[in-house]
């Protein structure tokens, strides 16, 4: 029976998760690398993108069997990458986004097949020795909200 063959392709060729392998190609790499490289001298800029699977966030009025947020508070350059994140950011998975976020900025970085950011916090220089970003990468869970929290914090030097 054809029918079955169509669909078998068609869930094989969707992304689980919504994770892309991070890179070139990947659409969260270049609005989260803007991001980072805006933050000017002094300045400190934060994203923080909330995910909650198999139910909502804590004060949602309805029920649902997934919720997505992402706050830039009102900075611009930081829009696109919010709204990255939740165009392309995963749910189900969202430590991937977290794994995502750092190869977009240490695009050297490879995961092992078995190696997955699970909780925790990374930090990483972005940009040169004179002008650049301390950044900071971290996944947790999210006591307030419920799900799960990434934040990208970035120190401008």
Request: net charge neutral; hydrophobic share 40%; with cysteine.
């Given at each position: ?36 490289a805006s933050v000017g001298p002094g300045e ?108 990208v914090r970035v120190d401008g030097y």
């Amino acid at each position: 029976m054809k029918v079955p063959v169509v669909l078998s392709y068609l869930l094989l060729a969707l992304p689980f998760g919504g994770a892309v392998a991070a890179g070139k190609s990947d659409p969260l790499c270049l609005p989260m690398r803007q991001f980072v490289a805006s933050v000017g001298p002094g300045e400190v800029r934060e994203i923080v993108f909330h995910t909650s699977w198999g139910s909502g966030f804590k004060n949602a009025k309805e029920p649902a069997i997934a919720a997505r947020q992402c706050l830039h508070q009102g900075y611009g350059p930081a829009r696109p990458a919010c709204q990255a994140l939740m165009h392309y950011g995963a749910v189900e998975f969202s430590n991937t986004n977290a794994e995502r976020v750092i190869t977009c900025l240490v695009p050297s970085n490879r995961w092992g097949e078995h190696v997955h950011l699970e909780q925790g916090s990374l930090s990483l220089e972005y940009g040169t020795d004179n002008r650049g970003s301390n950044v900071t990468v971290s996944y947790d869970r999210d006591q307030e909200m419920g799900g799960m929290v990434l934040r990208v914090r970035v120190d401008g030097y």
